[in-house]
């Protein structure tokens, strides 16, 4: 397992080769050393799995010691990908000594399903989507093209009943097959919610909470940050917010200039404000938690879904805007913000309304139509 150095794209690899070497597949997955506490804490360390340790070669402008994007800046990110490039002689050996089946691969890794081949191994693809070109080097777009063809199979994060003419799309079009791995629902979430968080949740009454999150790197801006603030506040549900900010930037300073004048004393006996990681999926496990409003990162929509949360979806990049489709679109699952068309623009009203449909009136449609989709929608994951 190789997946790229962000948490994003290393959970789905953690819960693919849990569900793998289950099933007596065994397991070597490799990545930064500054990112194995975290893993080892998802990976289920049977005799079946291990985890190795790879060094990002230097990189000029990319602080040592840094393994993962969540503590890059966006600059320092796209340089990621260079050390990525530089890893392919430590890969070579790695590969040659551990002599796998098949390597799971990221979008980032193009070079490696030649590299494989030369050795006699297969590879498979995950995930892909596009970016700019930076520096001259290949683009997103490129390495996920390069990758796409030169492998032996591609794996997809999903199952037949969520987007069974999408997948048949990729098998035709790619002429090669494609694994679904299932939408990899984790175990139910283990461990205990910090006290803080469960004394000012249980004072709620059971599934009136709305979480409202954005995962592990999507930031938005001030006017953003200013209509969600008050689209909560307009739904007089209890909330707790959740905005995070790009490494290397002064995170209170940013809340001061985007939070609207007196909201967080408006809102002080129904709501809080958080910067920095929190126990996802505990939260939603939380009784009091009953709607979640993010980004659509696929994970994050799955945890929503299997902890009975109502979705409220606020796509800002990349696959978040096809997974919202998914979900609200096609599944009726849950509600997408509504935007303006010219420039994706929403504002409090827009952030209120998608609350409103899914939390309130709930015997009558479309609240009680997208309840049953959700339910569902637990019920084929
Ligand atoms: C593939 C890439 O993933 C990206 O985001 P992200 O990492 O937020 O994705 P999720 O699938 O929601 O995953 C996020 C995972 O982190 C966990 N978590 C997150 C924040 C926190 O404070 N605490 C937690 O426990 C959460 O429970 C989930 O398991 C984007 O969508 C991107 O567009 C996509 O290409």
Redesign the pocket.
């Known amino acids: 397992m190789f997946p790229y150095f962000?948490?994003?794209?290393i959970?789905p690899f953690v819960q693919l080769s849990n569900k793998l070497s289950l099933h007596g597949v065994r397991v070597s997955f490799l990545s930064a050393p500054g990112n194995i506490p975290r893993i080892k804490s998802s990976l289920l360390l049977t005799p079946n799995a291990q985890i190795i340790p790879i060094q990002l070669p230097p990189v000029e402008g990319l602080p040592p010691g840094l393994d993962s994007t969540s503590e890059m800046t966006p600059h320092m990110a796209e340089l990621l990908k260079k050390a990525l490039d530089l890893m392919q002689p430590q890969i070579k050996t790695l590969l040659s000594q551990l002599n796998p089946d098949f390597v799971f691969i990221d979008f980032a890794q193009y070079w490696l399903p030649k590299l494989a081949s030369e050795l006699g191994i297969k590879t498979a693809q995950d995930?892909w989507?596009l970016y700019k070109s930076f520096d001259g080097g290949p683009s997103a777009y490129h390495r996920v093209c390069q990758s796409i063809s030169g492998c032996t199979a591609l794996a997809i994060k999903t199952c037949n009943e969520m987007e069974g003419p999408y997948v048949d799309f990729m098998k035709s079009q790619h002429q090669k097959p494609v694994l679904l791995t299932g939408p990899l629902v984790p175990e139910p979430a283990s461990g205990v919610l910090e006290e803080k968080w469960a004394k000012w949740l249980g004072q709620f009454p059971l599934g009136s909470v709305i979480f409202c999150?954005f995962?592990?790197?999507?930031f938005l801006d001030d006017n953003q940050i200013e209509q969600l603030a008050l689209g909560l506040e307009l739904t007089g549900l209890p909330f707790i917010l959740?905005l995070n900010f790009p490494a290397g930037v002064d995170t209170q300073a940013e809340l001061n200039r985007a939070l609207p004048k007196g909201f967080l004393e408006r809102v002080k006996d129904r709501g809080i404000l958080h910067s920095g990681?929190?126990?996802?999926?505990l939260i939603l496990a939380n009784a009091s938690v009953g709607c979640y409003l993010c980004?659509s990162?696929?994970?994050?929509l799955i945890?929503g879904l299997m902890n009975d949360c109502q979705l409220v979806l606020l796509p800002l990049?990349?696959?978040?805007f096809l997974n919202s489709k998914v979900f609200a679109g096609d599944m009726k699952a849950g509600v997408e913000v509504n935007r303006r068309n010219e420039d994706g623009y929403f504002g409090k009203d827009d952030i209120n309304e998608a609350v409103r449909i899914v939390m309130m009136e709930i015997e009558k449609d479309p609240c009680k139509s997208i309840r049953s989709s959700h339910k569902n929608g637990e019920n084929f994951c």
């Not at 995962?215 to 999507?218: I, W």
């Not at 990681?277 to 999926?281: A, F, G, N």
């Not at 990049?317 to 978040?320: A, E, L, S, V, W």
Request: hydrophobic residues 25%; glycine residues 14%; aromatic residues 18%.
């Open positions: 962000a948490f994003g794209h959970s995930f989507y999150s995962g592990s790197e999507t959740v990681w929190v126990q996802q999926p980004h990162g696929f994970s994050s945890e990049k990349g696959d978040q």
